[in-house]
């Protein structure tokens, strides 16, 4: 089956940095991507995808791009906030049959003042 | 509008006690699905049901694990004879369609 597997943290950056979280997956044809993102104390939420291949992704300034040619993911963003201190997870869905999503482990970002 | 809801948000078992885990999905909402996360890990699938129909259980970890959905809408999560291996993060996540699934804040089960 498919699996995912992104960079390892933790991730510690001051503000405005740049931030690469790094995302591979393995699968059979051709799945959707998604970035879902966990801020402290609260629920997993979606913070971009694509469904298909060359796509881009993008929300409140992060950016990902589905390569196929590298069964890649990346998840990117110019200039990090404190506010975007959170747990990240790359996340696949398997193309046909169960709508489930097969997850990474997470990596978890710092962003100091 | 309200978002997916689960209870308890935390529940402690003794080893062999049998639990309950409940999900009230958004409204409207086809799909529902559960999985376990545990500490420092990513989430893993457990279940998937269409309205009431369970479509996919490949996940479910052991015979000990079962879930239902009889009206399509609620759904619940039984564990029974709970294990210290159990101890995770329970979430349930619903959606419309394919592409977003809407996450509730988990339920936390400790077994003693």
């Known amino acids: 089956g498919d699996s995912v597997t992104q960079m390892e943290g933790p991730v510690t950056l001051s503000e405005e940095a740049f931030l690469t979280i790094n995302c591979t997956y393995t699968?059979?044809?051709?799945?959707?991507l998604f970035w879902y993102v966990q801020y402290p104390g609260e629920g997993l939420q979606l913070l971009l995808k694509?469904?298909?291949?060359?796509d881009k992704g993008s929300n409140k300034g992060f950016e990902a791009t589905y390569r196929k040619e590298t069964t890649s993911f990346h998840l990117e963003k110019g200039s990090v906030q404190v506010s975007d201190s959170a747990v990240y997870f790359c996340?696949?869905?398997?193309?046909?049959?169960?709508?489930?999503?097969?997850f990474g482990k997470g990596t978890k970002l710092t962003v100091n003042p | 509008g309200a978002g997916v809801s689960q209870s308890p948000r935390y529940k402690v078992a003794k080893r062999g006690q049998d639990v309950a885990l409940r999900c009230d999905p958004i409204?409207?909402?086809?799909?529902l699905f559960w999985y376990q996360q545990a500490l420092g890990q990513g989430p893993e699938f457990l279940t998937y049901?269409?309205?009431?129909?369970?479509?996919?259980k490949s996940g479910l970890p052991s015979d000990r694990f079962f879930a239902e959905r009889p009206e399509g809408s609620v759904s619940t999560l039984k564990i029974q004879r709970t294990q210290q291996e159990d101890s995770a993060v329970y979430l349930c996540?619903?959606?419309?369609?394919?592409?977003?699934?809407?996450f509730g804040p988990g339920t936390r089960l400790t077994v003693t």
């Open positions: 699968a059979t044809g051709y799945p959707s």
């Open positions: 049901f269409q309205n009431e129909a369970q479509l996919d």
């Open positions: 996540a619903s959606s419309m369609d394919r592409d977003e699934q809407y």
């Open positions: 996340a696949d869905r398997p193309q046909g049959g169960s709508e489930k999503l097969v």
């Open positions: 694509a469904t298909k291949a060359d």
């Open positions: 409204s409207g909402h086809v799909s």
